[in-house]
C-alpha cells in the first residue's frame, strides 16, 4: 500500500464508518496520546522500564499503525499530500545531511 492508497483509505473509512473526521486540534492531541503509547512500550521493550502487567497485552506494530492513523487523518484533513511531503523531505535530508553523519565521529 502507497502513502497516498492509505490516506485514501483512511477518508473511505472516516467517511463510512467513522462519520467524520474529529477536528484537527482532536487529532493532534489523539496523535500525541498515540505517540505516548507507543513511547510506553518501547521504554520497556527496549529500554530499562519494567513491564506492568497491563503493558504486556500491547503489540509495538499496533502502536506505531495507531500512530500513522491519526497521521493520515491530519494529511487529509489539512490537505497535505504525504508522498510528495515525504519526496521533498528526503530531498532536503539528502542536501542538507550529505555529510554531516559520516563526520559525526559518535557514530563511527
Given at each position: 500500500?502507497?502513502?497516498?492508497?492509505?490516506?485514501?483509505?483512511?477518508?473511505?473509512?472516516?467517511?463510512?464508518?467513522?462519520?467524520?473526521?474529529?477536528?484537527?486540534?482532536?487529532?493532534?492531541?489523539?496523535?500525541?496520546?498515540?505517540?505516548?503509547?507507543?513511547?510506553?512500550?518501547?521504554?520497556?521493550?527496549?529500554?530499562?522500564?519494567?513491564f506492568?502487567?497491563?503493558?504486556k497485552?500491547?503489540?509495538?506494530?499496533?502502536?506505531?499503525?495507531?500512530?500513522?492513523?491519526?497521521?493520515?487523518?491530519?494529511?487529509?484533513?489539512?490537505?497535505?499530500?504525504?508522498?510528495?511531503?515525504?519526496?521533498?523531505?528526503?530531498?532536503?535530508?539528502?542536501?542538507?545531511?550529505?555529510?554531516?553523519?559520516?563526520?559525526?565521529?559518535?557514530?563511527?
Amino acid at each position: 500500500m502507497t502513502l497516498s492508497e492509505a490516506q485514501e483509505r483512511v477518508d473511505k473509512w472516516i467517511r463510512s464508518t467513522g462519520v467524520r473526521y474529529f477536528n484537527e486540534l482532536t487529532n493532534m492531541t489523539i496523535l500525541t496520546e498515540e505517540v505516548g503509547e507507543l513511547a510506553r512500550i518501547m521504554a520497556r521493550k527496549y529500554g530499562e522500564q519494567s513491564f506492568k502487567e497491563s503493558d504486556k497485552k500491547h503489540d509495538l506494530g499496533d502502536e506505531m499503525a495507531d500512530v500513522l492513523w491519526v497521521l493520515l487523518c491530519l494529511a487529509n484533513q489539512t490537505g497535505v499530500d504525504l508522498t510528495a511531503a515525504l519526496e521533498k523531505n528526503f530531498e532536503k535530508k539528502s542536501t542538507r545531511d550529505a555529510t554531516r553523519h559520516k563526520e559525526n565521529r559518535k557514530l563511527n
